[in-house]
């Protein structure tokens, strides 16, 4: 190898290196690699530490964020359920306005079961545009899914597991039951 000013071309290149890389990226510089054995072990385990610092400082910021969005979520769910029948309720107002002027009302038997009929009508289509469903139950056959047999009645007048009489009636929510229709059902003795 060529000295030139006291440094060999390797030493040289090495140092050109040297000048050329970032700071701070964490790799060894070429010098330190080909050095190897030139940098302290105290310089090392600085490294090392400042590393493991770094790392548990990610660390902590990392779960600090996971716990945050956990609250969050559950506060964001929390308002949802608290806030999820609003539009049930805001569509039910006018029925409850109804039953309020009725009740104020003057009148003669008549003329009040007529407009509990309205409002019943009107309380109707307001839970129909929210989905629910009433059940079919008197002349069906009974079906376990949607009707709780409260009775069964012995006659032949109607074919055997029909509902003869519906004691209370069922709802869907969309697909979802939300209550049995209570009904009581035919049992036909001669079959």
């Keep these: 190898m060529r000295k030139s000013n006291g440094r060999s071309e390797v030493e040289k290149s090495n ?3 040297e000048h050329e890389l970032p700071s701070g990226d964490g790799g060894e510089s070429p010098a330190q690699s080909v050095a190897g054995e030139s940098s302290s ?3 090392e385990l600085q490294k090392i530490k400042a590393e493991r610092d ?3 400082d990610r660390l902590a910021r990392a779960q600090a964020e996971f716990e945050n969005a956990r609250r969050r979520t559950v506060k964001e769910q929390q308002d949802f359920r608290d806030y999820a029948a609003a539009d049930a309720i805001k569509s039910l107002l006018p029925v409850l306005d109804s039953f309020e002027r009725a009740l104020q009302v003057k009148s003669d038997a008549a003329e009040f079961r007529n407009g509990i009929d309205l409002i019943y009508k009107q309380l109707q289509t307001a839970l129909g545009k929210l989905s629910l469903q009433p059940i079919a139950a008197k002349g069906e056959p009974f079906d376990p899914h ?3 047999a409260i009775e069964m009645v012995d006659t032949i007048e109607v074919p055997d597991h029909q509902v003869i ?3 209370q009636r069922g709802y869907k929510l969309k697909d979802r039951l939300l209550r049995p229709a209570m009904v009581k059902v035919a049992r036909n003795p001669g079959k």
């Design 15 to 17: 140092l050109d290196l």
């Design 41 to 43: 072990p105290d310089s």
């Design 54 to 56: 770094s790392l548990l």
């Design 146 to 148: 949607f009707h709780e």
């Design 165 to 167: 009489e519906e004691l």
